[in-house]
């Protein structure tokens, strides 16, 4: 009643009092809708958050597996079978077939066999070559091969670091500019099946040079292998392995 009055006397109506109501009870529900929708909501997302964790779980467990794979691809190796033919036989299937090899190696099974024509072969000597494709012709290994070793002097003293390694420049020319400004000059023997290998190191400005050398029935096998130095320290006991493997049959 008190409530009627202060409307009649503050001028309202009384047909406009009556429309004034109170708020009840049954008009506070509408702060419950809007928690229920919310509710909803959250329970709508939950699943999809689930989606999302479960996917990044994947692609994390995917990752793993492939750096695991990469780790056991780059410690396996390819056999390189090399025939020392007459340059007339070179081109096309890069001189790597077992059947009838004269001398083998052990390389990373990352790199390629890169195809020696038949120029290589009869003006270089080349007779097999492999390459790390991920950083060129800069880092690989070739085999050179001769004829009537005992006729060439400048294969009379392979003691010699600096008279053998110049005999082998036209083979690689970078070998030649290696030699002119190396920092360090190594070399070494081992005998490896009864054959007497005759083991070199070059330490270059911009390349790094390995070589094995060896003599028989006449002819001369040398294996290079050969690194930009910025990356030999890294690469070193792949490359190391790769000389070590090289066998004369």
């Known amino acids: ?42 329970a709508s997302e939950a699943p999809r958050a689930l989606d999302r964790r479960e996917t990044l779980l994947s692609i994390a467990a995917v990752a793993t597996a492939l750096n695991v794979n990469q780790v056991e691809a780059e410690g396996e190796t390819k056999t390189l079978f090399g025939k020392a033919s007459p340059p007339t036989s070179y081109g096309g299937y890069g001189g790597n077939a077992q059947e009838g090899a004269k001398y083998t190696f ?66 690689d020319y970078d070998l030649q500019d290696a030699l002119v400004g190396a920092t360090d000059k190594k070399n070494s023997q081992h005998e490896k ?29 040398a294996l290079f292998v050969k690194s930009p130095t910025k990356n030999y320290a890294v690469d070193r006991d792949k490359l190391k392995a790769i000389v070590d493997s090289f066998t004369i049959l």
């Open 1 to 42: 009643m008190a409530f009627m009055t202060s409307l009649q006397l503050s001028g309202l109506g009384r047909h406009q009092a009556a429309n004034i109501r109170p708020f009840s009870s049954s008009q506070k529900p509408v702060r419950g809708t809007c928690v229920k929708h919310a509710c909803a909501c959250s």
């Open 106 to 171: 052990e390389y990373p099974a990352s790199w390629k066999n890169d195809v020696v024509n038949k120029t290589e072969k009869g003006m270089q000597g080349i007779d097999s070559r492999v390459i790390n494709p991920k950083i060129g012709k800069t880092q690989g290994a070739f085999v050179v091969t001769f004829g009537r070793a005992g006729e060439d002097k400048k294969f009379n003293k392979l003691g010699d670091v600096e008279a053998t390694l110049q005999g082998f420049a036209g083979a």
């Open 193 to 221: 099946d009864g054959e007497l290998f005759y083991d070199y190191e070059v330490t270059g400005a911009d390349l790094h040079y390995l070589a094995s050398i060896t003599l028989k029935s006449g002819k001369v096998f």
